[in-house]
């Protein structure tokens, strides 16, 4: 993730939550906000109910590489977050990577 940023203080999730929108679909949900910056933030969520910390985070991998390989398509300036529900603990890699260019096209984060 050459052009992304980790997302990690407990108040700039906060901050993401009440003041962003967000849209979800089977396996994910996101949550984005502004940040007026050159560069995304980005920021992971898998609750317990997920699974065992093996599944959460493979779960975390798989999004993450989903996102790194989609990234130069996705617009700059922006905090996001994005929270695996729990039917993606038996998903696959291609179907967590639908559902991220799902959601990303959903918000209109999509540029050729």
């Known amino acids: 993730m050459k052009e992304t940023f980790?997302?990690?203080?407990?108040?700039?999730?906060k901050l993401v939550y009440k003041r962003g929108k967000s849209f979800g679909n089977r396996l994910l949900v996101i949550y984005y906000l502004p940040n007026e910056k050159d560069y995304n933030n980005l920021g992971l969520s898998v609750s317990k109910k997920v699974?065992?910390?093996v599944t959460r985070n493979r779960i975390k991998r798989?999004?993450?590489?989903s996102y790194r390989l989609n990234e130069k398509n996705i617009?700059?300036?922006y905090n996001i977050i994005i929270i695996a529900r729990v039917r993606?603990?038996?998903a696959d890699f291609k179907s967590i990577?639908?559902?991220?260019?799902?959601?990303?096209?959903?918000?209109n984060f999509w540029q050729e």
């Open 75 to 77: 617009k700059k300036g």
């Open 6 to 13: 980790s997302l990690k203080k407990n108040q700039d999730f």
């Open 62 to 65: 798989l999004i993450k590489e």
């Open 97 to 107: 990577e639908k559902a991220l260019v799902h959601l990303i096209r959903k918000v």
């Open 88 to 90: 993606s603990s038996d």
């Open 51 to 53: 699974g065992n910390s």
